[in-house]
């Protein structure tokens, strides 16, 4: 009958367990001197190899050899791995969480061993027992016989009561490094001899997640459908994932706003059988790499993928913005968190292609706009226009150039609205100081004190003073500049540069509330006064 890798390669002995070096290392030492703990609590994610080192520590308390413990060889430890060793007693805490299991459990170990030096009990899902049977257990957790061990293994350690994480040595087992899996997996191919490509170990590892059991699952599934020879193209057939090309391909459509080629792209891809969830994770890493490759030297430390992709995603990166990035990353992230309950989550990713393909390059063009200066059409019947700064209105000590020299001109420039500059003194200051805490709040619920204590008194061509009551509210528009400043110039037409004064001494005194809810807003924490 054949036997899943996970199974048929789990380690024997301490040398092979996989990405637990710290775990193994206190464990040995443990075994060798002779001062093992009562009980233990292995804690991790799965496949990380809770059960493997609980039954490997089993072995070790119970083994034979004069030398390294477990040796592997002999009776005890053959008879552990085949499961027929009376001394060592797995439980399942799932199915057997109640009060009775517990009781039974107590009375089995007045018994000393019968074969073994050691009575071990390792209890896996330890987190699943009734309250009442962990209450039953306490007791016996804290002051078993000298010749009993107790192992619990569990995934989630933070269910567990304090009263029994107190009894025990606690020992974290951390996800395993890509690096690791891959060295792992290959190995186990070379002893089957199956030629996989290091991509594919890659993708595998990857999509592993720290597990080990995981990756072993999936190279057990597509070494099933291959001859001799499996490549990163077969991986992510049988994983329903896609290839970077893919998400640099759509990741650049969305950048150019071409939303309709976006979807149909899409289309094509999950016509073939791809997987919608997978790709939205996959998708999520793209964006991370690109986030990676735009701020590191040397992403391949980061990056698990050929220096050829990275070339190709650091091209990418180059002509995106980093909020391009980073609204991608949260969108797409809330997006698959809403996917694992929804029964169209293909709707869901067509959705999130749409929103991100309108925001694609939001700040990129504000930027232009704010930046760039009127220009002059060009006359009719001209050629290309030569770019010319268009002259400020004229003022009271200036005044506007005689009639005749706009007659003299060929064809009279079409009128052009009026700009900021233009109509800088025309400001209404109280209605935009208005308008900038409409917007402002919905960012930034705090701002509301500058409102109450600080005033907009003037705007200019480049420039425009706000004058705060006292201090207190200075310092808060100074530490809100940026966000000031680009409320002014969205209902100013142009970028400006804030100015802050005080009025009259600045001492007047900020009431205990605002001082309250602005604490709030730096904390993170609601400040109450009391």
């Not at 899943?4 to 637990?20: D, I, K, N, S």
């Not at 016996?140 to 009894?167: D, G, N, Q």
């Not at 760039?372 to 030569?386: L, M, S």
Request: glycine fraction near 6%; include cysteine.
């Amino acid at each position: 009958m054949y036997r899943a890798l996970y199974r048929q390669y789990r380690p024997e002995t301490f040398h092979e367990v996989l990405g637990q070096d710290h775990i193994v290392r206190i464990l040995k030492n443990q075994i060798a001197s002779g001062s093992t703990s009562h009980a233990y609590l292995f804690c991790g994610t799965r496949g990380t190899g809770k059960t493997t080192t609980a039954r490997l520590l089993a072995k070790g308390l119970n083994c034979l050899s004069d030398g390294e413990r477990p040796c592997g060889e002999c009776a005890n430890c053959k008879a552990i791995k085949e499961g027929s060793f009376l001394d060592v007693i797995e439980i399942d805490a799932a199915s057997n969480n109640g009060v009775d299991d517990v009781r039974e459990l107590r009375e089995s170990v007045k018994y000393p061993p019968s074969t073994g030096r050691m009575k071990v009990y390792i209890i896996d899902e330890v987190h699943m027992l009734s309250t009442e049977a962990f209450n039953a257990l306490l007791k016996t957790l804290e002051e078993p016989p000298e010749y009993v061990t107790f192992i619990l293994a569990t995934t989630e350690a933070h269910k567990l009561p304090a009263t029994v994480m107190s009894r025990c040595m606690r020992l974290d087992f951390k996800r395993v490094p890509e690096a690791v899996l891959i060295s792992g997996m290959a190995d186990i191919c070379g002893r089957i001899g199956i030629d996989v490509s290091e991509d594919a170990l890659r993708i595998i590892a990857a999509n592993a997640d720290g597990s080990v059991r995981d990756g072993l699952s999936i190279l057990d599934q597509c070494i099933s459908g291959r001859d001799r020879r499996v490549e990163a193209e077969d991986v992510l057939e049988f994983l329903g994932a896609s290839g970077d090309g893919d998400f640099i391909e759509l990741t650049d459509m969305v950048r150019k706003k071409r939303t309709e080629e976006a979807i149909l792209f899409l289309n094509g891809i999950l016509s073939d059988g791809k997987d919608v969830r997978q790709f939205m994770r996959d998708w999520i890493n793209h964006y991370r790499n690109l986030l990676m490759v735009k701020f590191m030297r040397n992403p391949e430390t980061v990056v698990n993928m050929s220096a050829e992709n990275i070339e190709r995603i650091r091209r990418q990166a180059s002509v995106l913005d980093l909020e391009d990035i980073n609204r991608g990353i949260l969108e797409l992230s809330s997006m698959a968190d809403e996917a694992r309950w929804s029964t169209q989550p293909r709707i869901l990713l067509e959705l999130a292609i749409v929103r991100l393909c309108m925001a694609a390059g939001e700040i990129r063009e504000l930027t232009e706009v704010e930046f760039t200066e009127p220009v002059i059409p060009a006359p009719a019947g001209q050629n290309a226009p030569v770019q010319e700064r268009v002259p400020a209105a004229p003022t009271a000590a200036e005044p506007a150039a005689p009639a005749k020299a706009a007659a003299d001109t060929p064809a009279a420039a079409p009128a052009r609205p009026k700009t900021a500059p233009e109509s800088a003194g025309a400001f209404d200051c109280e209605d935009i100081w208005n308008k900038v805490f409409e917007d402002g709040e919905g960012e930034k619920g705090s701002i509301y004190i500058i409102r109450n204590s600080g005033q907009l008194t003037s705007i200019d061509e480049n420039t425009f003073n706000v004058t705060a009551n006292n201090e207190f509210t200075r310092d808060l528009v100074e530490k809100n500049r940026k966000l000031i400043e680009h409320l002014v110039g969205k209902h100013t037409g142009g970028h400006k540069t804030m100015k802050v004064s005080l009025a009259g001494n600045g001492k007047k005194e900020v009431p205990a509330e605002e001082i309250a809810a602005a604490a709030s807003d730096i904390l993170g924490i609601k400040v109450d006064v009391k």
